[in-house]
């Protein structure tokens, strides 16, 4: 039950059970129209319990840095563009994770956490990070923060 999310409507489906859904929802949307703006690429999601390879393959990487989240996943979607492999995740709790993986440049690797607007910082997250604000139309405040991989991790299928 792939679904391309829409950056014009901006819809809470899959989202529901987060009590920050709607600003997930902005979050979504913002990553949705950067896509479709900067490579003129669908953002297509489904439904985490149908993409565990996925939500593994990012769990994986957090490992590198001891990080597990505690927040069940509702949301993911892999996909190549320009060279590089995007995995992302959204939470529950309103987080959201991104892999930024470069096929053939090592050191251009990095996992981004981006907060959605009114959810606090999750522990695992706030004693390591330091977050960064932007301003989205779609999102409201997103604060963001990122780390880059050491590793060389196998995509997911």
């Keep these: 039950m792939s679904r391309v999310v829409d950056f014009v409507t901006v ?3 899959g989202l529901e059970s987060s009590p920050v ?3 997930l929802a902005g979050l ?4 949705a129209r950067y896509f479709k703006n900067k490579y ?8 985490a319990s149908k ?3 996925i939500v593994s393959y990012v769990a994986r990487i957090l490992k590198e840095r ?7 996943p509702l949301e993911a979607c892999t996909f190549e563009v320009e060279n590089i492999r995007w995995s992302y995740v959204f939470y ?11 096929i053939d440049t090592p050191k251009k690797r990095a996992v981004g956490f981006k907060l959605s607007d009114g959810m606090e910082i999750p522990s695992e997250l706030a004693e390591r990070f330091k977050f960064a604000r932007q301003k989205s139309k779609l999102a409201g405040t ?6 880059v991989i050491k590793g060389e991790y196998d995509p997911p299928t």
């Excluded at 003129?40 to 439904?47: A, G, R, T």
């Design 40 to 47: 003129d690429h669908d953002f297509v999601v489904e439904p």
């Design 21 to 23: 859904a709607n600003a």
């Design 142 to 147: 997103i604060r963001g923060s990122y780390f």
């Design 92 to 102: 529950e709790s309103g987080l959201s994770i991104n892999v930024l993986y470069t």
């Design 11 to 13: 819809s809470t489906a």
């Design 66 to 72: 001891d990080i597990v989240i505690e927040s069940p």
């Design 28 to 31: 979504r949307a913002n990553e």
């Design 51 to 53: 993409a565990k390879r």
